[in-house]
């Protein structure tokens, strides 16, 4: 009898309350049932959702810790536990999540008017085997970010799928210690988004059909700047080739399609072991913030950036940017090569063995009318250090078990 | 609306209401009996009378802050307030009160937000409607409990007799003063925080001293309810414009009083729009973030294809006006709080950034 036993904990607060599941189904007043059990929830309690679909009309919001929120499943059938925000008439997204170890699993989000998940401020987080879509696919008005933690330290986000973003499948923007793997992104602006963060492993993902697979991004003016140390490893980046449909004014409008791996105003950054197939415009682009900014924080090049071990396939026959098209006339190539630079980077080490193209812009904000285009060669001497692996707090894997 | 742990908590309360010096069976009470004193235990959520600790109250009427069960009769321990440039809630109408303990005071701290010592509330009823013909909707009360402010809101049934917790929120079909008819949202616990807290803290937003009218501050010196030395220190500082008088006052400071109101409980370092750098504070005076030439970060459509908040001369540029100027969630701004624009609101702000010098 989990209600009693929330009415008995109010009445007897300073009684010890053991962790308890809370058990949900979908049907009537499933909008009200699902809110009150987030709001009553103590930490350590479960609110299992059943299978099936719920009709929700208003955002969610969890502020509890340690609480985990448990479906059936992240399918598209009935044995899936599927929050429909399809109808929702409030809120900026699906579920809004501010509080610390929450667990997040085995459940899907369909049609956020804004983004799907978003953690703020919610450190040891785990995201696990979720899917958030927007079934329409591209479209610009579908909301911005998937899977969006912000302002966080400890961040797992694992074995889930997004599709139909407006921005980024999965964002994680100002935050560190971060680890995203095993996740398909499919047809969203950008695949996976790494921003203004530190620390983080992006690995064992499918990033496939998006305008952009993978971005490691750094942006000026924000409360935490100065990304980097950011491992992209082993991840399936794969015909990233949709029109971009994000809406200007937002970084990742200015994104290529076609991109596979694009690193802009970071510094560390390593790409290993991936394999790169199918990218049209580039399968790996390493460019400065060109826009104007007023941080004397901020570092606009990518610096210190590693590639090594990756695998080459097509690609880059079809560059989506002002002046490709000549470009690749001027080079009389069927293709431009699959690493291109805007030459504004430092310490750039490929060990890879393909040809490099460098833009040759020398300052930063230069437009690229005044583009230099040339081979790029490794200079000697420069070398990259193994970053250091992301750990996360031992419990936060435990927490899955 | 459904609220079955409310009515458990009501099934399990052993029918027993602290009033007064006694403890009294429910059932000796007629049901519109007037508290006989403020119930500071509800306040405070702490064990009362009747050994009871209530967390959450579940009425409004248990705190005790209306003479009458229909809340149109203030306790004279209550202290109604008027803020010089409100809160946009779709038109909704806003009786305001604090309630500090006896004996206590308020402090200043410049013109920023009152300090309240534990044990203060402050109460805030939404109510539509003309005359005979108004409804109140919702009470909202923040409390200041040991641990700090709690903020819980209230419904008000269809009789009119009796405001209930209404932890999950709700919705109100409402026709606005305007004429529109709207799905009025009352917010659940976990909104009242989103716009309410800083640094992961609730805190209240209406009473800051710049805020207040003068007067007002005067009254609660003279009262002995403000310290004398914070009055002295509020008293020299600007008051954000009072919005009826508005046409009379420069239209920068009228724009930049409605952000302060409207938008900087979100919009500042610690609040829940941290994230974006937007710092739509009064005390903020860095034109980039306050969003002059400021590109967004996470607006996703949220930028309706504009490049950045604030395009000085150009309103219809600016992603500002733009969220302000939508009902649609995922693009309205603000977030929570309103189903309906806010005309006043959005000519001041197109007012202040027409006025801009374009960049050259």
Redo the contacts between chains.
């Keep these: 009898m989990i209600?009693?036993t929330?009415?008995?904990a109010?009445?007897?607060?300073?009684a010890p309350v053991l962790a308890e599941n809370h058990t949900i189904a979908p049907g009537e007043?499933a909008?009200?049932?699902l809110?009150?059990a987030?709001?009553?929830a103590e930490p350590g309690d479960t609110i299992v959702l059943e299978a099936g679909r719920y009709a929700l009309?208003?955002?969610l919001?969890?502020?509890v810790d340690g609480v985990t929120i448990k479906g059936a499943g992240m399918g598209a059938d009935g044995s899936a536990s599927i929050l429909d925000f399809t109808a929702?008439?409030?809120?900026?997204e699906g579920l809004?999540v501010?509080s610390d170890n929450v667990t997040l699993r085995d459940f899907a989000i369909e049609n956020?008017?804004?983004?799907g998940i978003k953690s703020?401020?919610a450190d040891n987080i785990i995201y696990h085997a979720l899917r958030v879509e927007w079934t329409n696919g591209p479209d610009?008005?579908?909301?911005?970010?998937g899977i969006?933690p912000?302002?966080a330290s400890n961040i797992l986000v694992q074995d889930s799928y997004v599709r139909g973003a407006?921005?980024a499948g999965i964002?994680v923007?100002?935050s560190e210690n971060i680890i995203v793997r095993r996740n398909r992104v499919v047809e969203n602006v950008a695949g996976i988004e790494i921003e203004n963060s530190n620390k983080a492993e992006v690995t064992e993902n499918l990033a496939t059909r998006n305008t952009g697979g993978i971005l490691v991004f750094d942006?000026p003016?924000?409360?935490k700047v100065g990304g980097g140390d950011v491992l992209v490893a082993r991840n399936a980046v794969i015909d990233n080739n949709t029109d971009n449909f994000?809406?200007?004014?937002?970084?990742v409008a200015s994104v290529p399609a076609g991109t596979g791996v694009m690193v802009m105003a970071n510094t560390n950054v390593q790409v290993k072991d991936n394999a790169l197939i199918n990218n049209s415009t580039s399968h790996v682009m390493l460019i400065a913030y060109s826009?104007?900014y007023?941080d004397e924080r901020y570092q606009p090049r990518p610096v210190n950036v590693m590639l090594q071990g990756n695998v080459y396939g097509s690609g880059g026959a079809n560059p989506d940017f002002e002046g490709g098209a000549m470009l690749l006339a001027a080079m009389g190539a069927e293709a431009l090569p699959p690493v291109l630079s805007d030459g504004l980077h430092t310490n750039l080490k490929v060990e890879d063995a393909v040809p490099v193209l460098s833009l040759g812009l020398t300052k930063v904000g230069q437009p690229l009318t005044e583009a230099q285009p040339a081979m790029w060669s490794q200079p000697e001497g420069v070398s990259a250090e193994a970053l250091a692996e992301v750990a996360l707090p031992a419990d936060m894997e435990l927490r899955l078990k | 609306?459904?609220?079955?742990?409310g009515l458990?908590?009501a099934a399990?309360?052993a029918c027993v209401f602290s009033v007064g010096a006694q403890t009294l069976p429910a059932s000796a009470l007629p049901p519109q009996e007037p508290a006989a004193r403020i119930n500071v235990e509800a306040i405070l959520g702490v064990e009362g009378l009747d050994g009871?600790?209530?967390?959450?109250p579940r009425t409004l009427s248990e705190y005790g802050f209306f003479l009458d069960g229909s809340g149109r009769t203030p306790d004279p321990r209550l202290i109604a307030y008027e803020l010089n440039t409100p809160l946009y809630s779709d038109g909704a109408e806003k009786l305001r009160y604090v309630y500090i303990p006896e004996g206590k005071q308020l402090t200043a701290q410049g013109d920023g937000l009152l300090q309240f010592p534990v044990g203060s509330a402050i109460i805030k009823t939404f109510a539509f409607g003309e005359g005979a013909d108004q409804r109140y909707i919702e009470t909202r009360v923040l409390l200041h409990r040991a641990d700090g402010w709690l903020a819980l809101p209230y419904m008000w049934d269809e009789e009119q007799t009796e405001a209930r917790l209404a932890?999950?929120?709700?919705?109100v079909p409402i026709t606005t003063p305007a004429g529109e008819t709207i799905?009025y949202?009352v917010p659940?616990?976990?909104?009242c925080?989103?716009c309410h807290?800083l640094n992961?803290v609730v805190t209240p937003i209406g009473p800051k001293a710049r805020n207040l009218s003068g007067d007002w501050l005067e009254m609660m010196g003279q009262a002995g309810a403000l310290d004398k030395a914070s009055l002295a220190i509020a008293a020299t500082h600007e008051p954000l414009p009072v919005w009826g008088d508005r046409v009379s006052a420069n239209v920068a400071l009228v724009a930049r009083a409605y952000l302060d109101v409207n938008c900087a409980h979100c919009h500042q370092?610690g609040g829940?729009a941290?994230?974006s750098?937007l710092d739509l504070r009064w005390e903020q005076d860095s034109p980039?973030?306050i969003g002059i030439?400021?590109?967004?970060?996470?607006?996703?459509?949220?930028?309706?294809?504009?490049?950045?908040s604030i395009v000085p001369g150009d309103p219809d540029a600016s992603?500002l006006v733009y969220r302000m100027s939508s009902t649609?969630?995922?693009v309205a701004m603000p977030?929570?709080g309103r189903?309906t624009n806010d005309p006043e609101g959005i000519a001041a702000v197109r007012a202040w950034i027409e006025a801009m010098e374009p960049a050259s």
């Design positions: 209600r009693l929330i009415a008995a109010l009445l007897a607060s300073a007043g909008q009200e049932r809110q009150e987030l709001i009553l009309t208003d955002g919001s969890l502020d929702q008439q409030g809120a900026g809004l501010t956020a008017k804004g983004d703020k401020g610009e008005k579908n909301g911005a970010y969006y912000v302002e407006s921005d964002y923007g100002q942006l003016g924000l409360p994000a809406p200007e004014g937002n970084i826009q104007d007023d | 609306m459904k609220l079955s742990s458990l908590i399990l309360a009871k600790v209530r967390k959450y932890l999950v929120g709700g919705r799905s949202q659940n616990k976990n909104q925080k989103n807290q992961d370092p829940s941290s994230n750098g980039h973030a030439h400021k590109p967004p970060v996470a607006a996703g459509r949220g930028s309706g294809g504009r490049k950045v992603i649609e969630p995922g977030e929570l189903a």
